[in-house]
């Protein structure tokens, strides 16, 4: 079935070390990538977006990276603060210029960050 | 920018009782606002999206009579979980986005407890 999965659902890196959450799609359709942070108690705070018609997006501290040829996700993150820590969400958007531009969310990846 | 206001952050209420959830756009318009649903440890879950003026959208298996949502204006959309029984106790997320191809940007859910 079409769905938005995560290779590794927790994350423990290093103060200062760079981070790498992963990402599946299964839909060739997707269009729209999206990253999200969500504290505990809190809801998704936007990161970084990508379209299907980049492979690399950069933003201050995070780089996302899509790979259309398998479908993969990737957001890195460098020098990993602890304030980076959180859960980590993937989400993908179908059709995402239409009316609707619904999301689908994959399950999510814990990063702690040892000081 | 893009700020969503979401209100109340924590509710407990009584089996029966009808609860309303607002959701603000603060510092734009919202054309498109959705209702999303997460359970602890787990990803979000669209209910339903909303355009304002118009009939929300429910997700398959979303009960619309149980689910009121209303999008009056471009800046705050309301759901209204009736007649709520301990089952829907849950933490509700809203976001919302200035334009078909601009990201979601979410509040800061509602945390509803039924007793």
């Known amino acids: 079935g079409e769905s938005v999965g995560l290779h590794l659902p927790t994350l423990s890196v290093q103060e200062g070390d760079n981070s790498i959450i992963n990402c599946a799609y299964s839909n060739s359709a997707s269009d729209y990538f999206i990253w999200y942070k969500q504290e505990s108690g809190k809801g998704p705070q936007f990161i970084i977006d990508?379209?299907?018609?980049?492979d690399k997006r950069q933003g201050q501290r995070v780089t996302v990276l899509l790979n259309k040829t398998v479908k993969h996700l990737s957001l890195q993150i460098a020098a990993t603060q602890p304030g980076d820590s959180a859960v980590y969400f993937c989400?993908?958007?179908?059709?995402?210029?239409?009316?609707?531009?619904?999301?689908?969310f994959g399950k999510g990846t814990k990063l702690s960050v040892k000081p | 920018g893009a700020v969503v206001s979401q209100h109340p952050s924590w509710v407990i209420c009584k089996s029966g009782t009808s609860v309303k959830i607002e959701c603000r756009s603060l510092?734009?318009?919202?054309?498109?606002m959705f209702w999303y649903r997460q359970f602890p440890k787990q990803s979000l879950m669209l209910m339903a999206t909303s355009n304002e003026g118009s009939k929300a959208t429910y997700e398959q298996g979303v009960e619309k009579d149980k689910f009121l949502i209303n999008h009056a204006s471009l800046t705050l959309s309301t759901l209204t979980v009736t007649s709520a029984h301990p089952e829907d106790s849950s933490f509700y997320i809203c976001?919302?986005?200035?334009?078909?191809?601009?990201?979601?940007?979410f509040g800061d859910g509602t945390r509803l407890s039924i007793l």
């Open positions: 510092d734009f318009q919202a054309t498109t």
């Open positions: 976001s919302a986005r200035d334009g078909r191809n601009q990201p979601q940007h």
């Open positions: 990508i379209r299907s018609n980049m």
């Open positions: 989400a993908e958007g179908r059709g995402y210029g239409g009316s609707q531009g619904n999301l689908i």
